[in-house]
């Protein structure tokens, strides 16, 4: 058995099936993702658009990619036609110019709002308040072709367990005081993506629905 089907097979006895598992591809080659294919893997996150390009055409039609890293407003049109959901909208303006390019060829998409739970700042994402303007917006409320699906966070890089929950905790906080607001009664709005290699079984205990995990299952990244 190679070490990736190895990886997944142990990964998966730790995760309890309601919890989704995105395969963090990036920078790790094709040969890679079609070992995690062949077990039954479907879904993948890349952070880049420009490698995700060149993989995917090498790879089944069947997978589901998630764009889990900051898009630049100019790459939305090259996403748009194939990505399963785009987890890191960090701006209105980004989904804005999302909206428009999935309008153009009629595909709605799905997309998570990136909160900003981290103290360091390079992590990009909302804040709640900016997330209250948007979301209260005539202008959000226009939009036709963008389906909200839950939050995304990403922890601070820290040792300290602790941090780590207070962060998952605030941001299961911030996705029931969004959904109550406004998404109540809206089934699409469910998921709370949290949860990497070093931190899963924390994010999991504090209610992830869906975890992205890069380097338990394909190795440390260069
Ligand atoms: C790289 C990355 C991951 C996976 O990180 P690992 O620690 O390798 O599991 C998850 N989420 C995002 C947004 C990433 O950029």
Not at 11 to 21: C, E, G
Not at 27 to 52: H, M, W
Not at 167 to 176: A, D, T
Request: with cysteine; proline share 3%.
């Amino acid at each position: 058995m190679s070490l990736i089907v190895e990886n997944i097979t142990l990964l998966k006895q730790q995760i309890p099936p309601s919890v989704k598992l995105v395969a963090v591809s990036k920078t790790k080659p094709v040969g890679d993702i079609i070992e995690a294919y062949s077990i039954g893997q479907r879904c993948f996150g890349e952070n880049r658009v420009q490698e995700l390009l060149k993989k995917k055409d090498n790879l089944p039609k069947d997978i589901k990619w998630h764009l889990i890293g900051h898009l630049q407003s100019n790459k939305v049109n090259l996403v748009v036609p194939f990505i399963k959901m785009i987890q890191s909208v960090d701006s209105f303006k980004l989904l804005k110019i999302i909206n428009s390019e999935a309008a153009k060829i009629k595909r709605e998409i799905k997309c998570l709002l990136q909160i900003h739970i981290a103290t360091e700042e390079s992590k990009f994402g909302f804040s709640i308040n900016e997330l209250d303007q948007m979301l209260g917006s005539p202008d959000f409320k226009s939009m036709d072709y963008v389906r909200i699906c839950g939050v995304m966070g990403m922890a601070t890089l820290t040792n300290d367990k602790d941090q780590i929950r207070n962060e998952f905790r605030y941001l299961r906080e911030c996705f029931y005081i969004l959904k109550r607001k406004y998404f109540s009664g809206n089934p699409d709005f469910k998921e709370i993506s949290m949860g990497m290699s070093g931190d899963f079984d924390t994010a999991i205990k504090e209610g992830s629905t869906l975890i992205r995990i890069g380097s338990l299952i394909f190795g440390d990244r260069k």
